[in-house]
């Protein structure tokens, strides 16, 4: 099962929702869609997202198709909805709503191939194969859907879409994270722990010193993991020194870590601005930051990382 664990802030979306029953809702739920884009609805909101938006105890649950919008409210009152493909809708439409999906970390396992076989195939995969360390929330999935040019995209081996499904990272309660108290002296031992060798004090403080932001991961009062950010603050950041203590691996910490890394990059670029995030995974820990989002070179647009050790002269 290919996933990742990811923190997704407050976003909005303008769907049509309709209410189903579990028990027919896999033969009724694809029914949906083709009237959805029968009626023309698909000019409105394309399909970017499926969103199952909790059940009742009589087994009944609402599920809505729609895309991500901006709301704006303007200074006359006037509320405009901002949609990709109608980005000036000055009304919500007949049968559309606006919900608010609030900020939540999320697992989003892969589903590929034909539609909708591959969605519903796959979340009897992610029963089977739950991912330890994480306790599921329920009350919402979303599905999302990849891009189509044509509707026989959907049927393709190779259609790519993802279930989110929101989770809670468990035995993390007494982690902390601190940013910018990290010395040369921590910096050193972890690394020394990590079994690495590491540089003078005086190098490692002008490092310290010259990243963007350095992060300390405690268990209580204890610091136990550390990590380093370097970068434009614009188009490029690179994460470097990602330490956890071995007693502390494979027990969320690590994923708590890179959690808080991710969040304050998302938070230190722009709003809309895209940037890139980079790091070299150490030897056997490819799998790891594949679970937190990151992708393996090579892949498409990119060739093989590379770099070289230069000595200074100065």
Request: hydrophobic share 35%; proline share 5%; aromatic share 10%.
């Amino acid at each position: 099962m290919n996933y990742r664990i990811e923190c997704v802030p407050e976003f909005t979306v303008l769907a049509k929702i309709r209410s189903f029953d579990a028990k027919n809702a896999a033969e009724e739920i694809p029914k949906f869609w083709e009237e959805y884009y029968r009626s023309g609805n698909g000019a409105i909101a394309c399909r970017q997202f499926g969103i199952c938006f909790g059940g009742s105890a009589d087994g009944t649950f609402h599920y809505g198709i729609g895309n991500r919008c901006e709301v704006e409210q303007k200074p006359d009152g006037a509320t405009v909805c901002h949609v990709f493909n109608c980005p000036d809708l000055t009304r919500i439409p007949d049968g559309f709503e606006v919900r608010t999906i609030p900020a939540q970390t999320w697992l989003k396992v892969e589903a590929r191939g034909a539609l909708p076989k591959s969605i519903q195939s796959t979340y009897p995969e992610i029963e089977k194969e739950w991912p330890g360390g994480l306790e599921r929330i329920y009350g919402m999935d979303i599905e999302e859907y990849g891009c189509c040019e044509t509707p026989e995209d959907s049927q393709k081996d190779d259609y790519l879409c993802r279930i989110w499904i929101p989770v809670k990272l468990l035995g993390t309660e007494h982690y902390s994270v601190k940013t910018d108290v990290l010395t040369a002296s921590e910096f050193n031992r972890l690394g020394c722990a990590a079994g690495w060798e590491m540089p003078s004090e005086k190098q490692s403080a002008a490092a310290l010193r010259n990243s963007l932001v350095t992060f300390s991961l405690y268990n209580g009062g204890t610091l136990i993991g550390m990590a380093r950010l370097i970068g434009d603050r614009a188009m490029a950041y690179m994460v470097r020194e990602v330490v956890v203590l071995p007693e502390f691996q494979k027990q969320g910490a690590g994923t708590f870590l890179m959690l808080a890394v991710q969040q304050w990059i998302a938070r230190d670029v722009p709003d809309g601005w895209r940037a890139s995030c980079e790091l070299f995974a150490a030897e056997g820990q490819r799998d790891f930051y594949q679970h937190c989002g990151f992708v393996a070179l090579p892949h498409s647009g990119n060739e093989n990382g590379m770099s070289t050790m230069i000595i200074g002269q100065k």
